[in-house]
């Protein structure tokens, strides 16, 4: 098994999923913005929703 927040990056990072529906999607958007931005992805999408 794989936690959710690492399959979703997973899926980010191939082009599969795009990160604001990761976002929109996971329990933990903490969690995921942290990993995505570990991996470099753009996570300024957050600022746009405050």
């Not at 927040?5 to 899926?11: A, E, F, I, Q, W």
């Not at 933990?28 to 570990?38: F, P, S, T, W």
Request: charged share 25%; glycine share 12%.
């Amino acid at each position: 098994m794989m936690p959710l927040n690492d399959g979703l990056v997973g899926l980010v990072q191939s082009g599969v999923v795009d990160a604001l529906e990761a976002y929109r999607r996971t329990t933990d958007r903490g969690g995921l913005l942290a990993a995505l931005k570990r991996q470099g992805v753009d996570t300024s999408f957050v600022e746009k929703l405050a």
